[in-house]
């Protein structure tokens, strides 16, 4: 079993920067992905960024150029660095580990930009 414990969520202001973290803890692979997905009011669940254990990464169309996704794998941690907040941002977003097992989800945080 992998567990995952998210941090870093909150309200910012339109512009401001938010950095949130994903800590995994359990039976981890070393051969892994992680990353965030954000999901808002009456919207699908969808990509912001993730990261492989290699350092590869992918980042949903919406958020190029403003955020920026690492990872300390001696702490199995993910980072997302997010930059130039948008109201639209707004969503709760979910920390997301996979591995050969399986996936595991995160229980999520708030993140509220406002205008």
């Known amino acids: 079993q992998v567990q995952l414990v998210e941090s870093g969520g909150g309200l910012v202001q339109a512009g401001g920067s938010l950095r949130l973290s994903c800590a995994a803890s359990g039976s981890i692979f070393k051969i892994n992905t992680m990353g965030w997905y954000r999901q808002a009011p009456g919207k699908q669940r969808e990509l912001v960024a993730d990261?492989?254990?290699?350092?590869?990464?992918n980042y949903g169309d919406s958020v190029k150029g403003r955020f920026t996704i690492s990872r300390d794998n001696a702490k199995n941690t993910v980072y997302l660095q997010m930059n130039s907040l948008k109201p639209e941002d707004t969503a709760v977003y979910y920390c997301n580990y996979r591995q050969w097992s399986g996936t595991v989800w995160g229980q999520g945080t708030q993140v509220t930009v406002s205008s």
């Open positions: 990261i492989t254990s290699r350092n590869s990464t």
